[in-house]
């Protein structure tokens, strides 16, 4: 089967940093392009950040709320995604998800519909 784990969230105040991870099993992991996914109570999933499979070269996406604060990375040797997460603010509070898009063309993808496989989330809460 194929799992998507991610670890890493927490409390935090607000200023601080977390690193999120993302442990990728059941699948290969270097064909994926990978990405972020956060979600408020009661609001849909927004894609924050996104990084492409390294065959087409590695590109990044962030979205603006994030973009100089955030970081993506992965090791495709430990099959792993992270999100280096800096200067966080209250705002930052959310549910974050770790996805998977299957990609045949170079960059990545921030839209829900075009993800493969979801992990199950890990809650980032940043306290004023």
């Known amino acids: 089967a194929q799992v998507l784990v991610e670890s890493g969230g927490g409390l935090v105040q607000a200023g601080g940093s977390l690193r999120l991870s993302c442990t990728a099993s059941?699948?290969?992991?270097?064909?994926?392009?990978m990405a972020w996914f956060r979600q408020y109570p009661g609001k849909e999933r927004e894609g924050i950040s996104c990084i492409s499979t390294l065959l087409w070269g590695t590109s990044v996406y962030y979205g603006d709320s994030v973009r100089g604060r955030f970081t993506i990375s992965r090791d495709n040797a430990k099959n792993t995604m992270y999100l280096q997460m800096d200067s966080l603010k209250p705002e930052d509070t959310a549910m974050y998800y770790c996805?998977?898009?299957?990609?045949?063309?170079?960059?990545?993808?921030?839209?829900?519909?075009?993800?493969?496989?979801w992990g199950q989330g890990t809650q980032v809460t940043v306290s004023s």
């Open positions: 996805a998977a898009e299957r990609r045949f063309t170079s960059g990545c993808s921030s839209i829900p519909e075009r993800i493969n496989y």
């Open positions: 059941g699948f290969t992991f270097g064909s994926y392009a």
